[in-house]
């Protein structure tokens, strides 16, 4: 049985759902009369069926609650739902015997307990149908009606436990991923360490060697845990939007000019196209600097069989009709096929992750860019078609103000 005070209680356990708690009061006191009646008596739910006033009064209240509910007589039949009680279980139909239409075992067997108990349940169950969802019901039984004369409903409500879960999930990837990241040069590391000790102690050739890789291996553990600090920081700073103007040539220029040795080495020419006119943003330097030189750096390394890279800076305007600057990066190297595309800048996603590899590369440049441009109020767009190079474009919003900010040049 559950009384008044209990449900003030109960309620906590639904997050975000604090405007209910007094229309449920409020409706409580109705149906038991306390209140400016709206329904003529108590309701006769159990066995038989309820006058259209007092299922009125039900309904109103299951649709202000936030989430689905589900209102059972005490014959378990489906008495009222609300509209997002239908994502759940389509099915339902007011009168018919709820077991019908709501399938999940679980759920099932928790109304029975419930019934029978005349306690609250709370049940979790997983639908794998239209998309993988997880949710947690509580199963409530009401007494309502005159004293002496109760009557027994059952109120279902839902929580989705979905983002809760896929939340839950990427964080146990990402310390598999990093972890695993890690481990790799760790063990290469390991194992040039115990040869030195051990068959190459006096080689002196086979030392000198076996230092260049080993070197390789603790840059690559630097530069990974170097990205995911960064990555981090820029996340934590996200709500935080730069606040120095800054002119995006010259950005464009000292990335160029930092890559030139790259290009050199894979035989890559980089032509740069930037506007007459200023373009300026408020932007974080140092961010902006390293998301375009991720871009940059993964056109010379995956899209070299192109030999050329075309940077062009151009003012432009969103959909909206917003002005924005626009800078693209493309590359007539391999392409990218187009189910990779929407996973690009998920942290450790690799198309190909020997290749990247084998370049150095840890998969946290595109995340990086992504959250950068997030923070700085932009997105990155891209284009690519296989065979035909990829391209990369950055969209921020231009600066137009002219107080306020210190311009920034190199
Ligand atoms: N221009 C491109 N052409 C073809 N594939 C690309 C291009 N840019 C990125 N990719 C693919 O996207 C993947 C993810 O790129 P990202 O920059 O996030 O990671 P990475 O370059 O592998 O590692 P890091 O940037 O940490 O050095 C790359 O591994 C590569 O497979
Ligand atoms: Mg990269």
């Known amino acids: ?38 329904a003529d008596g108590a309701l ?30 005490g014959d378990g039949r489906v008495l009222a739902y609300n509209d997002a009680a239908t994502s759940i279980a389509p099915a339902l139909r007011r009168g018919e015997p709820a077991l019908i ?29 239209p998309l993988d969802r997880w949710f947690e019901a509580f199963v409530s039984p009401v007494r309502l009606g005159q004293r002496g004369d109760p009557t027994d409903i059952l109120l279902l409500t839902f929580n989705d436990l979905t983002p809760l879960r896929r939340v839950e999930e990427m964080r146990a990837d990402f310390v598999a991923n990093a972890s695993h990241e890690l481990r790799t040069p760790l063990a290469a590391l390991l194992g040039f360490i115990e040869t030195l000790q051990g068959s190459a102690k006096d080689d002196v050739v086979a030392r000198g060697k076996f230092l260049a890789i ?5 840059t690559r553990m630097a530069r990974l845990i170097d990205d995911l600090l960064s990555l981090s920081r820029i996340e934590l700073n996200a709500h935080l939007r730069p606040s120095t103007a800054l002119e995006l040539a010259p950005v464009v220029r000292q990335v160029v000019d930092g890559l030139q040795m790259l290009a050199r080495d894979r035989g890559v020419e980089i032509k ?4 007459s006119e200023p373009l300026t943003v408020l932007g974080d330097r140092d961010e902006l600097v390293r998301a375009l030189e991720n871009l940059v750096e993964n056109a010379l390394k995956y899209g070299a069989a192109g030999k050329r890279i075309d940077i062009t800076l151009s003012p432009a305007q969103t959909r909206a009709g917003t002005p924005e600057a626009r800078l693209n990066i493309r590359d007539y190297g391999p392409g990218i096929a187009p189910e990779h595309l929407p996973r690009l800048t998920e942290r450790f996603y690799r198309v190909d992750v020997a290749d990247s590899r084998a370049q150095g590369g840890t ?36 600066y137009t103000g002219d107080s306020g900010s210190a311009t920034e040049t190199l």
């Open 214 to 218: 080993m070197q390789g291996q603790a």
């Open 44 to 73: 006769p739910l159990s066995g038989g069926a309820a006058t259209p006033s007092q299922l009125q009064v039900i309904e109103s209240l299951i649709s202000g609650l936030p989430g689905p509910a589900i209102v059972l007589d």
């Open 363 to 398: 998969g946290l440049g595109l995340a990086l860019v992504k959250h950068v441009l997030n923070r700085h109020g932009g997105r990155l767009s891209i284009d690519s078609t296989l065979g035909a190079g990829a391209a990369f474009t950055i969209h921020v919003p231009l």
């Open 1 to 38: 049985m559950v009384h008044t005070d209990d449900l003030r209680e109960k309620n906590q356990d639904a997050p975000g759902a604090v405007g209910w708690r007094s229309r449920l009061r409020q409706a409580w006191r109705t149906l038991r009369g306390d209140a400016a009646p709206v």
């Open 101 to 129: 239409s709501l399938r999940m075992p679980d759920l099932v067997d928790a109304i029975r307990r419930a019934g029978k108990r005349h306690e609250r349940q709370r049940v979790e169950f997983f639908e794998r149908v």
């Open 272 to 275: 740069v196209t930037v506007p």
